[in-house]
């Protein structure tokens, strides 16, 4: 199976910063990374797909990055309703495998 | 565009579970679905996919020959039989909607049914 690492696990940060995040894949993948946002309680939201797409109405302070293995997401001006965990996914290859998360917390 | 699951609830461990994902607003017969679960404070699990026809289905190990997808595409429903289940079963249950392939990006997600496996 392909490993998704994500780094950090959680970062604190302040309305208006810039926040990138990161996640490694343990094989090349092309560009098969989709990113999604998670609030408490609530479903996940689909981001970016194709490692650097937005999926529709998705704000475009959010944007993604990267080929093969490496791959970044990036908020540019933080602001208070993207404080959320966000997870990356693999979907090169069965079995379809996320990244453990990252946590983003008001500083 | 719209899913809503059901059929979530308490069961013993051992026991069987039916989750039914409904869909609305999109032609349902031509997108591949899929399955992702959430256990209590944990991160997202792919649990399964199947193609727009049904014709074509993936599993990971961790809950190969336990679980099974399956469509119904005149009633616009998914289906997850779950068997066997174990407390490591307990979880949100996600159904997300796919592209035409089941390798396609997940755009849509419904708002969860939640399984416990509990004596």
């Known amino acids: 199976d392909i490993q998704m690492t994500q780094s950090p696990s959680s970062l604190s940060a302040s309305v208006g910063d810039r926040v990138t995040i990161t996640c490694r894949a343990s094989?090349?993948?092309?560009?098969?990374v989709a990113w999604f946002q998670q609030k408490p309680g609530k479903a996940p939201k689909s981001l970016i797909y194709?490692?650097?797409s937005l999926q529709s109405g998705v704000p475009s302070k959010f944007s993604g990055s990267g080929s093969g293995t490496d791959f970044t997401l990036t908020i540019s001006s933080l602001q208070p309703e993207d404080f959320a965990t966000y997870y990356c996914?693999?979907?090169?290859?069965?079995?379809?495998?996320f990244g453990g998360g990252t946590k983003v917390e008001i500083k | 565009v719209q899913l809503v699951e059901s059929g979530g609830g308490l069961v013993r461990p051992g026991g069987s579970l039916r989750l039914t994902c409904s869909a609305s607003?999109?032609?349902?017969?031509?997108?591949?679905l899929h399955w992702v679960r959430q256990a209590p404070g944990k991160g997202l699990e792919y649990v399964s996919s199947?193609?727009?026809?049904?014709?074509?289905?993936n599993y990971p190990d961790s809950v190969k020959g336990r679980i099974t997808i399956f469509r119904d595409n005149s009633k616009n429903t998914l289906y997850l039989q779950m068997s066997s289940l174990r407390p490591e079963d307990t979880a949100v249950y996600y159904c997300?909607?796919?592209?035409?392939?089941?390798?396609?990006?997940?755009?849509?997600w419904g708002q969860g049914t939640t399984v416990t496996v509990s004596s």
């Open positions: 997300v909607r796919g592209g035409d392939d089941t390798l396609d990006p997940f755009d849509i």
């Open positions: 199947i193609s727009s026809n049904g014709g074509s289905t």
């Open positions: 094989q090349g993948i092309s560009n098969y």
């Open positions: 194709a490692a650097s």
């Open positions: 996914q693999q979907y090169a290859i069965y079995p379809l495998t």
């Open positions: 607003g999109f032609t349902f017969s031509s997108r591949a």
